[in-house]
Every structure is written in C-alpha cells, then in structure tokens.
C-alpha cells in the first residue's frame, strides 16, 4: 500500500478529488488523514451531528496541518487528540498526497497509514465525534462516508469494486 497517484488511480468523475495536472493545483491549505489499520481493519469514526462539516458522517482520523507544521507531526498530535493514541511520526511512512477541491477551499490532502500491532489500541474518543468502529476496508465502503471516503479507501486497498451505500 503506498502512494496513490492522483491523476491515474481516480478515474470516477464527480465528487471534490482533483483529476487534472497535479502541477497546475493550487493548495489554499493542507490536511491529513490517516488509516490506522489493526488485524486487517481500519478505525472509522462518526462525526457528531452538529459538526460543522459532515455531520453524522464516518471518516478517519484527520484534520488541518498548522502553518509550519510538518504533516507526519500534524498527524501524530490529531490521532492524540481524536483517539487518545500516542505514536511518533517515525513510525509513519511517506503519505500519498492527494489534491482536494472542497466548495470552500481546496486543499493538499496527505493520507498515511499505519499497520498496528499486538493489541488493538484503546479508543478514547474526542467530542467531535460520537462513535467509532473497525471495519475491513470492502465493509467500510458501505457506510455513510464522508465524501469521496469510499473512493479513497477503494483506491488504497486496491478494491475492485465500490459498493454504493442504499
């Protein structure tokens, strides 16, 4: 599982993921996300209702990288912060870096992923979300994902097939 390549591994139209020149993209800010990953499952968590964006909806740990901030420390402090999990960034491979247009900004998204070992760590959730769960990534396709969720993890994964959620 390393880095996806945007411009030949998105093939879906639709949605906010950039398709064009990856050189011609410009970043008003950048974030992170990461797929912790345990016995061959990813940890999701729900938004709670009232969050600003995606209410209700499931993701994985993520959030904005501070000016000057490094993304491997940006990702590092909001696993601490969503999930009480403490890991250094040294344990942290090169993220894929995928360019995102959201109605409001558009952004340099760079996505890790981190295989745990031994136990499953203990979920201290933080109060921007309500719930958590580990999924296999063909099981997680199916939950009401923030957008273009679903297409990322597929791509990731190397799923062949994203099950649209009913």
């Known amino acids: 599982m390393g880095s996806v390549s945007i ?26 996300g990461c797929y ?10 729900q938004k709670q209702g009232e969050h600003l964006y ?30 009480g999990y403490e890991i250094t960034p040294d344990v942290l491979g090169k993220p894929s870096e995928i360019p995102v247009i959201h109605p409001h900004f558009h952004f340099l998204y760079f996505l890790f992923h981190l295989s745990i070992i031994g136990e499953r760590p203990q979920i201290r959730l933080s109060s ?26 597929a791509m990731h994964y190397a799923l062949e097939t994203i099950k649209a959620r009913s």
């Open 36 to 45: 912790l990953e345990h016995e061959g499952e990813i940890l999701l968590l």
């Open 128 to 153: 921007e979300h309500c719930h958590f769960q580990w999924l296999a990534p063909e099981l997680a396709v199916s939950l009401d994902l923030i957008e273009d969720e679903a297409e990322v993890i």
């Open 7 to 32: 411009n030949r591994s998105f093939s879906k139209g639709g949605g906010m993921l950039f398709r064009g020149d990856i050189e011609a993209f410009q970043a008003t800010m950048r974030c992170v």
């Open 54 to 83: 995606y209410p209700g909806k499931w993701g994985v740990v993520a959030g904005k990288v501070d000016p000057k901030e490094e993304p491997s420390v940006a990702i590092v402090r909001e696993i601490q912060e969503e999930i």
